[in-house]
């Protein structure tokens, strides 16, 4: 992928983003409560989200064009669709139209959109200047021209829920915001079971976002994996692993580096060999089988169960015994899974 995710645990802010920035990552946790804080990272371990009947909430900031909602939509649609319908989730798309964030009017409804959900929280000490805070830094963000897809999990208010923000979408061009939708959706489909590791979530969400946005031609699916498989292999020059990516909720600084290489590009890779060494060689098996199994067994175990691995150490061993392989042998293994 083009970008670096990120878990912040910052004492300075309530909600933990999973951030996916260009340039690094911000967020993390406000509250005055080291207990609080340590309820807030259970329940994200144990995960947040919950099947749900009704769509996302889309929040448009006006002015901007309405057809970069729509593609971005339709990516999530497309995850939906496939994934399940999980959430709740809000969706705020903002950016420059003319050199201009919206108007003073349309800002200050688009914050008090932002804003008003936060503020309902079910924590006493909580306490956030949402407008002058996170909400300003939306604008901001995209006053600069930054160009910005993360998802915020907002975990104090009953229930949770699940913040898409897309910032300056024009600028990833037609094919590419409906990719940005299916990548970030599917983070919340993962964030309805337990926490994993750095690298079966970003490859996880880079994984969907290939096949899925492959078969509505918003990308090439084999061109895509192999762009994947160069970046991963300049980690494996450097040494670097899966096990060097098992971050649960902060991103060890001195992988900093090599997260996008390893937790999106050699992750990607990763999941398709999980699926490669199952049974079936199923996707919707993957979908439908591992992703509950950490409920029970835990990630490590359900990698090993799923992969038919020994344990993780050996699934490691494994994954970079294909590593070693020609490039032409890695692309075959796509070829063996089955939807």
């Not at 994200?44 to 901007?64: A, K, M, R, S």
């Not at 096949?211 to 160069?230: C, I, K, N, P, T």
Request: charged share 20%; with cysteine.
């Amino acid at each position: 992928m083009r970008f670096i995710d990120c878990f912040s645990n910052s004492p300075t802010r309530l909600v933990l983003l999973i951030s996916l920035l260009f340039l690094g990552c911000r967020g993390g946790f406000l509250g005055n409560s080291i207990t609080e804080f340590e309820d807030v990272q259970q329940k994200l371990l144990e995960g947040v989200f919950t099947p749900q009947d009704g769509p996302p909430d889309y929040i448009l900031l006006e002015g901007y064009p309405v057809e970069y909602k729509e593609a971005i939509g339709a990516g999530i649609d497309v995850a939906r669709n496939y994934l399940g319908n999980h959430g709740p989730v809000r969706v705020y798309i903002l950016g420059k139209s003319a050199d201009e964030v919206g108007t003073a009017e349309s800002r200050e409804e688009f914050l008090e959109q932002y804003c008003n959900p936060r503020q309902q929280s079910i924590v006493p000490s909580f306490d956030e200047d949402c407008i002058g805070g996170p909400g300003q830094r939306l604008i901001d963000a995209a006053s600069r021209g930054d160009q910005e897809a993360y998802l915020s999990i907002v975990v104090f208010t009953d229930p949770p829920y699940a913040e898409l923000v897309f910032i300056n979408s024009h600028e990833w061009g037609e094919q590419d915001m409906p990719l940005r939708g299916i990548h970030e959706y599917t983070h919340v489909f993962q964030h309805q079971y337990p926490s994993a590791p750095g690298w079966l979530t970003e490859g996880g969400a880079v994984f969907f976002e290939a096949w899925l946005g492959g078969q509505h031609h918003w990308v090439d699916y084999r061109r895509a994996m192999q762009r994947s498989m160069e970046n991963a292999m300049a980690a494996v020059a450097k040494n670097k692993g899966l096990s060097d990516m098992e971050y649960l909720l902060d991103l060890p600084q001195e992988m900093e580096p090599y997260h996008r290489n390893i937790a999106y590009d050699m992750g990607a890779w990763a999941v398709a060999f999980i699926i490669a060494s199952s049974s079936e060689k199923s996707i919707s098996r993957f979908r439908d089988q591992f992703y509950p199994s950490m409920r029970d067994e835990g990630w490590k175990e359900a990698v090993s169960q799923f992969s038919g691995s020994r344990d993780l150490g050996h699934f490691y061993s494994r994954f970079d015994e294909f590593l070693q392989q020609s490039s032409g042998q890695q692309m075959e293994l796509l070829d063996a899974l089955q939807p």
